[in-house]
């Protein structure tokens, strides 16, 4: 008779996975954790759609991610302003890029992160090769997405456009006091029972 190997972990893997996955649904939670992209994107939106299917009750969207790829981030901001259940959107760890573009998708007193968050604004980058055609096509479509984010920073900030223009012309890092100044976050909290107050 063969006897399994202790040391292999794939008998209870999937079921931990499972319970978590129903624990986090019951909770109303959606993590982003790491970077953004269409994956993430398309396991977000389904969880959004199905939270808010289940109930119109709160959603806790809980962000730590460096950013990743822009449209994705744009889909994930779309979907939550596109559902109508509330997020209450919380950053922990870092929120940066385009994890900063969605984080800024609810309005400003939805918008907590805990005390050691750390945001970072920037211009969007590309890495566009080929003929000279498609790089000045590209260069065109990264100076609108330049502006785009820019105008979201601005209306969600309450901050004029020509100075949010200057402040992602490079990398920009803020502590949590520091985004709370600049408009980015609403509140610092330090419980999940401070989101209710």
Known sequence: MEHPDPETPAATAEPRNAFLEEKAFKSRTVLLFGAISDQSASD???????????????????????GGH????????????????????????????????????????RRFCTPNTRFLIHQPSGGAGGPASDIAIHAQEIIKARERIAQTIARETGRPLDGVLEDIERDRWLSAEEAIEYGLVGRIISNKSDIKR
């Open 44 to 66: 977000i939106a389904r969880r959004l759609i199905a939270l808010d299917a289940d109930s119109l009750a709160p959603i806790d969207m809980i962000v730590s991610s460096p």
């Open 70 to 109: 822009l449209e994705s981030g744009d889909a994930i901001h779309d979907m939550i302003r596109f559902i109508a259940a509330p997020v209450n959107m919380i950053g922990t760890g870092w929120v940066g890029s385009a994890a900063t573009h969605l984080y800024l998708s609810v309005p400003k007193e």
